[in-house]
């Protein structure tokens, strides 16, 4: 199980957290080059990494609740009947749910709503970047952090956070140039081939 989750971690990390500026790039790369590039087969892979990622993702988590040794960590009915019962299963129907109307091909081929999914699938990831940001703000409270050394903390945070969102949205333009150039090699070998 810890193969699996160092897996899952990389794929995260590398991919899934930068589907939103990947569908973004390919937006902008569609309305700037108005079908030039293969943008709806680039955001049909898309579709079906996400699909594939929700079904293995969900596939390993039941396996975790029935057969784990901790059962913290898989605690569900705590989390759905709780006091923020209401918070958990809406992030639970985006991350599982929500992703699987991709299997409609006429929503899967609309790229807003990719990102509507994309978001939803990591909405838990999210709100918890936000409220560590929001947090951050109000820690006047505690000793010894008062005035500048309250103040540098925050830039710090605030600095930190800004460079991983930036390099998140590098890291998306960056899979969308490559992707497109692949599908570009693709279609001129088929060109080629057609024509030989």
């Not at 794929?11 to 990947?22: E, G, K, S, V």
């Not at 091909?105 to 970047?129: D, H, N, P, Q, T």
């Not at 936000?130 to 109000?138: E, K, L, Q, R, Y």
Request: aromatic fraction near 16%.
């Amino acid at each position: 199980m810890e193969l699996y989750k160092r897996i899952v971690a990389i794929f995260d990390a590398n991919l899934i957290y930068c589907l939103i500026p990947i569908i973004l790039t390919l937006i902008y790369v569609e309305l700037i080059f108005k079908n030039r590039f293969e943008t709806k087969k680039v955001l049909n892979l898309i579709r079906w990494t996400i699909i594939f990622y929700t079904i293995i993702t969900w596939t390993f988590y039941l396996i975790g609740m029935a057969t784990t040794e901790n059962p913290e960590e898989y605690a569900f009915i705590n989390r759905a009947t709780g006091p923020y019962a209401w918070a958990y299963w809406i992030m639970f129907v985006s991350a599982i749910i929500l992703p699987l109307t991709l299997f409609i091909k006429k929503l899967a081929s609309k790229f807003w709503y990719v990102i509507l999914v994309a978001f939803g699938m990591k909405s838990g990831m999210y709100f918890e970047r936000f409220v560590i940001i929001v947090t951050s703000f109000h820690r006047d409270y505690l000793p010894g952090n008062r005035n500048t050394e309250l103040e540098n903390g925050n830039v710090e945070l605030i600095d930190l956070f800004a460079l991983s969102i930036g390099t998140l949205f590098f890291q998306g333009v960056i899979l969308t140039i490559l992707t497109l150039g692949i599908f570009e090699i693709i279609k001129q070998k088929k060109t080629v081939h057609k024509t030989v």
